[in-house]
């Protein structure tokens, strides 16, 4: 068993500031585009083009190119004006060449069509038809995706735009009262001959640098038929349809029902009846498949998966006609109001504070739990993706003016900890949701209002290292295998509630690998070492699970009761959370001993070299940011927000790294990674101090 950690302190041997509270040695620091041979570029991740293995085929729960090449996904949300807003010929090789540096092989471009879009809209006249398409703003697109493929980053979206809007004129009948185009393209065909039309004539398009449509070029790797349709996500589901469109679904109920030699009934609109249930998911299925074939008609080869809202069981069965899975996830910011997140001194909260159980299990109540709402569907046999990703508290703002609010201060950590149990689960790749940007800033300097390179340094700073343990083979998969199967009964119970309420759902993913078989799931039995009944599984208590949850490869270990998560790898070894009490590691290749009361610290080799033997080592130490307020500013965060703008002001971070292994150099490391100032010379032992020699990143070579 490894020596993950040792020497605990008690609370008071150092001093926690509390929350905004101010330090000496604050500092700005940009991530501007890293060095071509920066040790924090991690673009050799890449193969260029992209597209240059083929198409990309789903094959026993992975993703694999045409000519036999595995690969995950590490990307990222490009969305609303920041998709069109490169208006100088370099800035999209620039924004690509960066992107691809810090890891990115995927972007998804999201909200290209929205009203409120307006550095180049998307058409002639939204009012008039949203056929007709606005070249400048076509420009500009093909320019960005052109830029994407030459750094070796994919490109994907669903079918029709998820802000896609129909011109009155172009609604069967003539009024947007009970429309909603996302449930009426998977039955009405009035509708689904307008999003055809759309779809011809936005993806058939060739692009003017490349010279291929989307749907030619294995570029576009991806498709997703539409973007977060699910019963209970629509405020008023079937029953807020126009009666125009309600009552094409009524003789497809009874065509259903004769079928089924099921007695004849009502069709239940707000489902509560089961018949109507089933209907229902069978139709929103039979929609998928029906995209799919169309697509295929038109020459797409690549994958295709139905939606990506995973809110419980009954949501997430219908998307199984697809060729992958994808579920959002938003991490950390509900059930705050519930009391039963833990909250540490000075109002202190990261996502590695969350004690591994369902929060409550009273039937109603509802959790944010990145693994539990992710697990619902990872489904034995089919890659899973998450095409919107955060592991922040926070969501996007409408505007963001003067001012922009951004996420809490501790918001480096959880990012590399979701990367690599996303790596030891198999899963297949995440998209972190950001990139959306807006005229009243300069977005010359940014990656986006989220990821932003003046007022997020420190979760990007992360970003080469999670890219790393995601995408590099640096995290080994789970030893153990454990099934959980869903019944039919189980899927129509949770027809409008959750469906976390099985602590299998919280716990098992950082301990083992984790797998779902819904009704018609194919699975081999004597793969798992456990196999459980989801409604039996719920009756499995386990809040007295200790403070420190373990990996079954013993790479990784959380400390849920300190919020603290500790990683051991051949490549990558480091800390990162809160060092309140716990604050020496002991690993592998290197001590590590905190001296701040929060960090995000590893030591990582990117390439084939493990740390023992490795000429050049990348070591991150992030730790809070905050925004710069207004004089006179309240500095209390404004419901998920914290006040002020830019610059973003990090925090040092200082500790002590021994080494076990040889001696090194150390370099500080500027803005674009590039080596600045040699800090030490052939030694084993360097104390840290970003705040003194103001970086995030430093180099150790041997």
């Not at 405020?235 to 030699?261: D, I, M, Q, S, V």
């Not at 986006?448 to 995290?475: K, N, Q």
């Not at 699975?523 to 009944?533: K, L, S, T």
Request: net charge neutral; proline share 5%.
């Amino acid at each position: 068993m490894k020596k993950f950690l040792t020497t605990v302190f008690a609370a008071a041997a150092f001093a926690t500031p509390l929350a905004g509270a101010m330090y000496e040695n604050e500092f700005p620091f940009i991530i501007r585009e890293p060095a071509a041979d920066s040790v924090v570029n991690v673009s050799f991740l890449n193969h260029k083009p992209a597209g240059k293995h083929g198409v990309l085929r789903a094959v026993g729960g992975n993703f694999v190119f045409e000519d036999g090449t595995p690969v995950r996904w590490f990307g990222l949300n490009v969305v609303d004006n920041r998709v069109f807003n490169m208006y100088a010929p370099e800035t999209a090789k620039t924004v690509a060449r960066k992107m691809a540096a810090l890891g990115i092989n995927i972007v998804r471009i999201h909200h290209m069509t929205a009203g409120w879009q307006n550095a180049a809209p998307f058409f002639k006249d939204r009012a008039e038809s949203t056929l007709e398409f606005n070249d400048r703003a076509l420009e500009l697109l093909d320019r960005f995706t052109a830029a994407l493929k030459e750094e070796g980053i994919y490109v994907t979206c669903e079918l029709p735009d998820s802000s896609l809007e129909p011109a009155l004129s172009e609604i069967p009948n003539g009024t947007r009262e009970g429309f909603d185009l996302k449930l009426l393209m998977l039955f009405d065909p009035e509708v689904q001959a307008y999003v055809k039309k759309y779809v011809r004539a936005f993806f058939m398009r060739p692009n003017r640098y490349t010279g291929r449509s989307l749907f030619e070029d294995p570029q576009f790797v991806m498709l997703g038929v539409v973007n977060e349709v699910a019963y209970n996500y629509h405020p008023k589901g079937l029953a807020g349809l126009n009666p125009y469109y309600t009552g094409k679904l009524r003789p497809k109920f009874r065509e259903y029902l004769k079928r089924n030699r099921l007695p004849e009934r009502e069709l239940d609109l707000s489902l509560n009846d089961d018949a109507s249930a089933k209907f229902w998911n069978e139709t929103m299925a039979e929609g998928y498949r029906m995209w799919r074939d169309y697509v295929r008609s038109l020459g797409y080869r690549g994958v295709i998966s139905g939606s990506n809202v995973g809110e419980n069981f009954y949501h997430t069965q219908p998307s199984l006609a697809g060729d992958f899975m994808d579920a959002h996830l938003y991490w950390g910011y509900a059930p705050w109001s519930e009391g039963n997140v833990r909250i540490l001194s000075g109002g202190r909260w990261s996502p590695l504070l969350k004690k591994p159980v369902n929060e409550s299990r009273e039937k109603e109540k509802y959790t944010k739990d990145l693994f539990a709402r992710f697990s619902l569907a990872s489904v034995a046999g089919k890659p899973l993706i998450s095409s919107e990703h955060r592991t922040a508290k926070g969501g996007a703002t409408a505007s963001l003016g003067a001012n922009p609010m951004q996420y809490n201060e501790y918001r480096a950590a959880g990012l590399p900890f979701f990367s690599a149990v996303h790596a030891f689960q198999e899963w297949d790749g995440f998209y972190l949701f950001a990139s959306q940007g807006t005229e009243q800033l300069n977005q010359y300097e940014r990656m986006g209002h989220i990821l932003d390179v003046r007022h997020d340094t420190t979760y990007l700073a992360t970003f080469p290292l999670s890219a790393w343990l995601l995408r590099g083979g640096a995290v080994a998969p789970a030893r153990q295998r454990v099934l959980l199967k869903v019944s039919e009964k189980d899927i129509l119970s949770t027809k409008k509630s959750p469906s976390f309420f099985s602590d299998l759902l919280f716990n098992t993913p950082e301990r083992h690998r984790l797998e779902l078989a819904y009704p018609g799931t194919a699975y081999r039995p004597e793969d798992y070492a456990q196999v459980f009944d989801y409604a039996s599984s719920c009756d499995r208590k386990l809040d007295d699970i200790g403070p420190v949850i373990e990996s079954d490869t013993g790479e990784f270990r959380r400390n849920w009761e300190e919020g603290y998560w500790v990683l051991d790898t051949p490549s990558a070894q480091g800390a990162e959370g809160f060092f309140d009490r716990t604050r020496r590691f002991e690993l592998n290749d290197m001590t590590l001993e905190m001296e701040s009361p929060f960090g995000v610290c590893f030591l990582a080799s990117f390439g084939e070299a493990e740390i023992a033997g490795a000429k050049r080592m990348m070591f991150l130490a992030a730790g809070e940011c905050g925004n710069t307020l207004a004089p006179g500013t309240d500095p209390a965060p404004n419901g998920w927000w914290l006040k002020g703008g830019s610059p973003v002001v990090l925090k040092p971070v200082a500790g002590t790294l021994r080494l076990k292994s040889g001696r090194c150099d150390v370099w500080i490391l500027g803005e674009h990674g590039e080596r600045k100032t040699k800090a030490a010379e052939k030694t084993d032992c360097f104390r840290f101090d970003t705040g003194r020699d103001r970086t995030v990143w430093y180099e150790l070579a041997r």
